[in-house]
């Protein structure tokens, strides 16, 4: 595993904690594709896992990254990978919560401001409440007007319409599908592709 592009571009993540399914280089490297330029944007890294995902934004210029795992040993071999990269904390508003996703998003709500541009949510395929996680994430004051949202998951368990959420895009990638949804402000379910 490595960083794509940006500042950090080339620079090997190391190794793999167990128990963590990363996403593969070229799932990411799509992911940023249809992302586009992550400058000056704040992240929210849900399930971060390796952290691949904020780290490849802080390399192409998100302005912070929080990363939330709820596993210690994860976030121990962050905290170590983001020293090794050469990146400090505070000079690039990084923060680590070791915490559930429901939590964390309560407790990162009662800042009383909507805070995030993106926010990826990659929870273990076949542990992960993506439906739960995704209800509190849209009903809570953390999203930015116009944020999006990118949800990894199975291919084979699609996430299913909901009122209050755009989809703005859904690929496949092996038995991986990634989907952008926007909070709208008009309720109206979104269509899985």
Not at 110 to 122: I, M, T
């Amino acid at each position: 595993m490595r960083i794509i592009a940006g500042r950090l571009g080339g620079r090997d993540l190391g190794s793999v904690p167990k128990g963590v399914r990363p996403t593969s280089d070229r799932v990411r490297e799509s992911l940023f594709s249809v992302l586009g330029p992550t400058d000056g944007l704040v992240i929210l890294d849900l399930f971060a896992g390796t952290g691949a995902f904020g780290l490849e934004a802080i390399s192409r210029g998100a302005q912070g990254v929080v990363f939330v795992d709820h596993s210690r040993q994860v976030v121990r071999e962050l905290e170590k990978r983001i020293l090794s990269l050469g990146l400090d904390r505070t000079r690039d508003s990084i923060q680590i919560l070791n915490s559930d996703a429901q939590k964390a998003i309560h407790r990162l709500s009662k800042k009383g401001q909507p805070r995030f541009d993106l926010v990826f949510v990659d929870p273990p395929y076949e542990e992960g409440d993506r439906a739960g996680i995704l209800d509190a994430l849209f009903a809570s004051t953390l999203l930015k007007e116009g944020a999006r949202v990118v949800v990894e998951g199975p291919k084979r368990h699609p996430l299913s319409p909901q009122p209050g959420r755009t989809l703005l895009d859904a690929r496949d990638y092996g038995d991986t599908k990634l989907t952008w949804l926007e909070a709208s402000k008009h309720d109206r379910p979104v269509l899985d592709s």
